[in-house]
């Protein structure tokens, strides 16, 4: 009994109709249907004589039409995933030089509601060493907080020796979110403008690593992932009061988020812009810039060189789409 099952594993492995096996074999509702799906499963056999992307594309279509089998996505797919693995591979090289040499890298992501940011960390922190990295995601401040220096509770978050952190949103919630939703005072935002240079300027001196990151999505994405995330019970918990005002509020935080673009990028602690409505795009994109900028092993700035047209930094003269 347990050969044919296992004979049965063998026989099957994917559906190009979209209809999956029940213990390698497609379901039977009659004998003739039975016969009809078969005949679009791929053997494990087929699987293995393939050569190349071409011989992929011919199976499929041969199974069944290329639109109903999305071939492009598939080997897309395929191709990021090998991108990614490899990538984070040198991430993980990344952490143990950076734990060797004692650095301390900060790594800050910004950008507007749903632009991405906490799945790019997950792809970044998801093979590195949790015991030499941590992820920054703090909640509203508390009332003993309110009454201390704003990058007070900031400070005691930076990266100790051989440390990496990444800043799921960061100080820069008082340059955007914080005015936008008037959840501080205008002589608070102005405080903030003068102060931040300068506080930069002291991590630059100290020997911290600072990448800060903007995720730039377009309002028409914004909705859609909005809309995504309504219907996912697993991600409505990411619907926050603050996301549902975000369309509404869409040019009000454009015009924040440029002013703070004018009086925070310099030349120690420059934006890096990231166009995040490809998701994955921007995953690998992101992780290219920081093995290059990180530069742990000699030539990693020429070998991990980001696409200028996704990933560059910030000028006014550069093409924004948010």
């Not at 029940?22 to 016969?35: C, D, H, L």
Request: glycine share 4%; with cysteine.
């Amino acid at each position: 009994m347990a050969k044919k099952q296992m004979k049965a594993k063998k026989t099957f492995l994917v559906s190009t109709n979209g209809q999956y096996s029940k213990n390698g074999k497609p379901a039977k509702k009659s004998e003739k249907k039975s016969k009809k799906k078969a005949g679009k499963y791929i053997s494990i056999d087929e699987l293995v004589k393939l050569k190349s992307q071409k011989d992929l594309i011919k199976l499929f279509k041969a199974k069944g039409s290329e639109r109903e089998v999305r071939v492009q996505k598939i080997l897309r797919t395929i191709t990021y995933e090998q991108e990614l693995q490899r990538l984070q591979v040198e991430l993980v090289k990344m952490q143990r030089w950076v734990q060797e040499q004692g650095k301390r890298v900060a790594i800050l992501f910004e950008g507007r509601d749903a632009a991405g940011k906490g799945g790019a960390i997950r792809r970044f922190t998801e093979h590195l060493n949790p015991r030499a990295m941590r992820v920054v995601a703090l909640p509203k401040p508390t009332e003993m907080e309110q009454g201390q220096w704003y990058f007070q509770r900031y400070v005691n978050q930076l990266p100790n020796k051989g440390e990496i952190v990444f800043f799921d949103r960061s100080w820069y919630n008082r340059a955007v979110v914080e005015p936008v939703n008037k959840f501080c005072t205008k002589e608070q935002y102005q405080r903030f403008l003068r102060q931040v240079p300068e506080f930069e300027h002291m991590l630059y001196e100290d020997g911290i690593m600072l990448i800060k990151f903007w995720f730039s999505i377009s309002k028409e994405e914004q909705k859609r992932r909005f809309a995504a995330r309504r219907q996912n019970p697993l991600k409505q918990w990411k619907i926050s009061p603050v996301d549902q005002r975000a369309q509404k509020l869409w040019d009000k935080y454009t015009r924040y988020k440029e002013e703070m673009f004018s009086k925070t990028h310099t030349s120690f602690s420059p934006w890096i812009i990231v166009k995040a409505n490809d998701k994955k795009t921007a995953r690998l994109e992101s992780i290219k810039y920081v093995l290059k900028t990180v530069g742990y092993r000699e030539g990693a700035a020429f070998e991990f060189f980001p696409d200028p047209e996704v990933v560059y930094r910030f000028h006014r003269g550069s093409e924004q789409i948010d």
